[in-house]
C-alpha cells in the first residue's frame, strides 16, 4: 500500500470512527449544553422564587411569628463549603486536562479529589440543615407558691412550651426547693437528688401552679412553617442532589478507567469526561450564585427591617 493510500485509510478510519457533525461538535457535548441550558432555566426559576417571596414575606409566616435568618444561617460553615466546591472545579479541570493528554493516572487522582471534595460539601449541608437554628420564644409565666404568692416574669427559652416549662421549673426549684413535692413512694435514689434532677425525672412533682404563655416566638426553619421555608429547603436540596449524582457519575468514570477501555480510545474518553466537567462546572456556578444571592444578601446591612 502507498504512503498516499495509508494515509487514506487511517483518515476513512477516524471519519468511521468520529463521524463528522453538522455543528462541527461532538453530538454529546452539544447534548449536554442542551441540558444545562434547561437546568440553567430549572434553576432559575428555583432562586428567583425564592428571592420574590422572600421580599414579600420577609418574616416567613406571620401566623407563627417571625424568623431568625441570620441567626438560623451558619455563614463561615457555608463559606467553607462553598470554598471546597470551588476547589472541586479546579481539579476537575485538571482531570479534564489530563484526560486530553492521555494521562490516565493523574485522571484518576484528580477524579478522587472531585469525589471527595463534593462528599465534604455534602456532608456540611447535611450537618447545616440538621443543625439550624430551632427556634426560641418569649413567655410570661407565673408561679404560684406554697404560701399563696404569685410571682410573674418573662422568660426566653426554647419555642416548646413543655421544655420551657421543665427549663424554667429547673431554675426556679434551684433557689426554691420547697416548691417541689417529693412523694413518699419515691425510691432512695431520687430523694437523694438535686430539685433540678428530680424536676428533670418528673415535672408532675411541682406542686406550685405555674402557667407559661407564649408572647414572641421564633420557630425554627423549616419547610411547613414559611415561605422562605419552603423555598430554601426546595432550592438547596435540588441543588444538593445535583452535587450528589455528580459524584456518583464520577465514581462510575473512575473505575470505568480500570477497564483497559479508555486506552482503546482515548479521544472518546477525553469527550465523555469533559462533558462530566460541563455538569460538575455548572454545578458550582449555580451554587456561586445561591451562596451569593441568599446566603450573603440577608447580612447586608439595612436588609431586613429590625425585629
Known sequence: MSDAAAIAHDDSSAHAEHPPTSTGIETKKVLMWLFLASDCMFFGTLISTH??????????????????????FDIQLTSFSTFILLMSSFLMALAVSAMHKGQIKSFRWNCVGVMIFGLVFLTGQVYEFSHFFDGHAKYAFSVKTDTGETISSTY???ADPTRAKADLARRVLNAHPQWLAVPAAATAEEKALTPAAQIALHPEWIVTDMSTKPVVEKPALSMQNSVFGSTFFLMTGTHGTHVAIGVLWLASMFFY???????????????????????????????????????????????????
Open 156 to 158: 426566653e427559652g426554647p
Open 51 to 72: 428571592l420574590v417571596y422572600r421580599k414579600v414575606y420577609p418574616f416567613g409566616s406571620t401566623d407563627r411569628g417571625i424568623i431568625d435568618i441570620v441567626k438560623t
Open 257 to 307: 478507567s480500570f477497564t483497559g477501555r479508555f486506552e482503546k480510545n482515548m479521544h472518546g474518553a477525553a469527550i465523555d469526561v469533559e462533558i462530566m466537567g460541563l455538569y460538575w462546572h455548572f454545578v458550582d456556578i449555580v451554587w456561586i450564585i445561591i451562596f451569593t444571592a441568599v446566603y450573603l444578601v440577608e447580612y447586608i446591612p439595612g436588609y431586613n427591617p429590625p425585629m
